[in-house]
């Protein structure tokens, strides 16, 4: 009864089902199993272009993620784990940031987020994360704004107080590849307390990965140690197109090996 038709037939002419984060008892049964397998938590990803305007479209998406995340919420406490708000700024026009921080205060006022047991702390402040920071991929914000956004989940009287991770590009040290090159970005970057670079697609066999440690990781690691700053890499477990666009150019998992090798040269 979690499971919910779709207009798709598989080939036995049976109707497909997927299952759906906005059904409380899904969302409860994926925190069971991160219980049953020694995951920690979860971030609660938030993509704020399709919540943050007065229009009804965008009042309705607000209502769906809000409810989401009170599901979330819900099951972390119920299980013992934790569960962590990640902003993604992706599709976000210029000029727009201040409702970004309304939504932050609408999340500490009105739902009151910070005060569940269940909410994932980081030496010692609650943990916001904010995706997209530094890409040339041409978005419209900008570095100015999301230094702004950086400073209010620092500094602000009521809402701040806030442990910030920031959700970056893959060559952000070396601002190179697909990080922007203006030399306001390290200032940036280095006003937050823990760095995550987004890896998916950057490497994709295992000589790959290993390169990818000796050259990136390793010394992107040393650059934070330096400033004081922590350091979250990404991992993946592989990647396909096929399903979306039918081709057949993905990353293989290799049976599980490749998550592996990018585990094994972290540690």
Known sequence: DEKFATPLVLADGTVAHVFSSHHPRTVERHFHWMRDYGIDGAFVQRFTNPIIFDTEPSRTRLRAADNVLGYARAAAE????????????????????ARVKRDW?????????????????????????????????GRAYTLD????????????????????????????????????????????????DILSPWTPGRYRDLAGARLHAERLWIPDRAWCAERGLDYMPVVFPGF??????????????????????????LV
Request: charged content about 25%.
């Open 78 to 97: 119920q299980s013992g784990r934790s569960f962590v708000v990640m902003y993604d700024l992706s599709g976000m026009p210029a000029g727009e940031i």
């Open 105 to 137: 205060r609408h999340l500490v006022d009105d739902l009151k987020i910070r005060a569940s047991a269940a909410y994932q702390y980081h030496r010692g402040k609650p943990l916001v994360a904010v995706w997209g920071i530094g890409f040339n991929d």
């Open 145 to 192: 704004e999301t230094a702004d956004l950086v400073t209010f989940l620092k500094h602000d009287p009521v809402c701040g107080g806030n442990t910030v991770m920031l959700g970056i590009p893959t060559r952000w040290r070396e601002q190179s590849g697909d990080a922007v090159p203006d030399p306001g970005l390290h200032a940036i970057l280095q006003q937050a």
């Open 240 to 265: 396909s197109w096929r399903n979306l666009k039918g081709v057949d150019n993905g990353i293989d998992r290799v049976d599980g090996r490749f998550l592996w090798e990018q585990y094994r040269q």
